[in-house]
């Protein structure tokens, strides 16, 4: 070891799903949207003026802001952007988990979170979920530096109601409380509606599910303009320039319109529920996903053996090497003619 | 003050240049190229396919990397990218400044340096430079837990040699030193060249300025490999995802075109010894900027006066309302057309 290294700091960083060069395969491994974003959005882009590359981007992304203020009715001093929800959360991290008390998340849920506890130096605790993988609301009873889960949770695809987190909330009112809502539009309730009642309540969203918008990375927050504020604060003291000019141009593209959003985020819903039936006849056992994805495991197939089976059939689900969901595989909904055939792939490999 | 407040990260924000909504102001207060970006950028845009915004960008942003490394004649895993070189340097801070020993940099620098070692708490002291604003070598010989200056200088424009900065490696085996090569490619010489001799070094450069793509958001870092992987486990503890679809793709076509890059770096340059001599005949005093601005003071007129003149004519530079520098503005190096029009202003201003 170099001299030098000794002042690295240490982590143990997050692994995201493979994204594979081959075009070839179905991708059903990292939660992506099976349609293409919002006509709008490649309109906008083979007309944006490149010469204007050159200057800066409005390092408010004020119209991105505004457009997402509109989108939920709120004023723009309650909303702030980042490079993706990862980027929106790790800054919520650093910006409010200053205590020195734990934080508390689910033992089981986005990956993310203790990485950026670590990363941070944030002590934190990890309440275990019920054996049906249900958050327990005894666990967030207790004192704490902050509490953050995602509604629906992942990769359980389990959602709670809003009577769940104002209790919560009612609990845990001297801290700040993320609602990560990257799958909440595929049919859970979202808790944007709390933000004017419950002051510490910070709501994440992200473009990259229900907006199809994975490769333009934008996330954002919503929440009280002392929570919002803080955040800008800390963002203008990392990055003034975080969202670069085609990621606000076409974020608002995106965005505004609903109806697209509405025809394929119901499209989706509308295969999950399908592919439940599907996964059901297999002999395949999971939760009432409210989410893009389903958290499936078998009654007689390692979860393991069958994820390598799909890879070799360049169908790619995810695996999550962990305590407690080794025997599980977290499916992303694609189109109904990739679910048929990932269903067609399995009865084969039960034939087999 | 609610009680969740306190645990919120105190920080005092970077205040970046402003970014007037008004087109028809002559904007020479960020340092941007007045030039577009390449040709083939354009034509790359117009035909990205937008369906694939549904997915993921590579994590590794292999293209990019790739690109960059084929220019300097490096391999890949010496190269490491990120949102613009604040957010490359930002993380710098975090993963390599984790000595209890104070790094260093000038007093007189880049207003982000402070700003980021308080919000990851890093101590630092800052050696002031000579009373011609150079850089002093003997500050650089004590004991400390990193450094980094600009090379040129910023806001100062001035440039140090490789002699200089083999010296301070010299004296600085056992921490990081980052020299930060915004401006570099207007006239100063590279360290890049030094890398595979210093494991410790890590140069850092940005497509804002001389490749004219400030609107897209890409820095990186050229380093040892051991650097390099531990830039790149930070930022996957951070976010997996920081460089958009456009932004790789549109890199990689801007760092391709070297015959342009010439041409527009070449013009600046010649239209800034043309403004020294301008700024010479009205009465500035100023250093031997390597860079594509200049920091000028004036015999006569206050700073502060002349910033708000030129406002009030859509001129726009940069004032800095700091010790030692007060008196000072930072001209953008414009068109022939913008430069000419600020010291018509500037005669007009003498006149009045």
Redesign the interface.
């Known amino acids: 070891m ?8 240490q ?6 799903g493979e ?1 594979p060069k081959d075009t070839g395969v179905i ?1 059903l491994n ?1 939660n ?6 919002a006509p709008a ?2 309109k906008a ?2 007309n ?1 003026d ?10 408010k992304a004020e119209a991105l802001v505004e457009a997402i203020a509109a989108y939920y009715q709120l004023s723009k001093d309650q909303v702030f952007v980042g ?2 929800s ?2 929106v959360i ?1 800054m919520s991290f ?6 020195d008390k734990p934080i508390l998340f689910p033992d089981i849920t986005y990956s993310f979170y203790d ?2 506890a ?2 941070f130096k944030i002590p934190y605790e990890r309440p275990v979920l019920d054996q049906t993988f249900q958050i327990c609301l005894e666990d967030y009873k207790k004192e704490n ?2 509490v953050i889960f995602p509604n629906p949770n992942a990769p359980t695809g389990e959602a709670v109601d809003l009577e769940f987190i104002k209790k919560v909330l009612d609990y845990n ?4 409380v993320i609602i990560d809502e990257a799958y909440v539009d595929f049919g859970a309730k979202s808790a944007v509606e709390l933000i004017n009642q419950y ?2 309540l910070l709501v994440v969203q992200t473009f ?1 599910k229900s907006r ?6 934008i996330g954002y927050a919503m929440g009280d303009k ?1 929570l919002i504020q ?1 955040l ?16 606000i141009e ?1 974020g608002v593209k995106a965005i505004e319109d609903k109806e697209y959003f509405r025809e394929i985020t119901e499209k989706i819903i509308d295969i999950r529920e399908y592919s439940k039936e599907e996964f059901k006849k297999l002999g395949f056992v999971f939760g009432d996903s409210m989410a893009n994805f389903i958290f499936v495991t078998h009654k007689e197939y390692q979860a393991e053996e069958l994820f390598e089976y799909l890879k070799s059939k360049k169908i790619y689900v995810r695996h999550f090497k962990q305590p407690r969901i080794q025997n599980y595989l977290r499916v992303t909904i694609g189109t109904k003619e990739q679910m048929d055939a990932l269903f067609a792939a399995l009865k084969n490999y039960q034939r087999a």
């Open positions: 170099r001299a030098w290294e000794q002042y690295f700091r982590v143990e960083p997050y692994t995201p994204q991708k990292t992506e949207n099976p349609y293409p974003p959005v490649e882009m083979q944006m490149f010469s204007k590359f050159r200057l800066y981007p409005d390092p490079v993706g990862d980027d790790g650093l910006t409010f988990f200053n205590s990485v950026w670590d990363l530096g902050g009112q001297d801290v700040v002051e510490n990259s199809a918008m994975a490769g333009m990375r002392r803080a800008n604060d800390v963002k203008y003291s990392y990055n003034s320039y975080t969202m670069n000019m085609p990621a076409l």
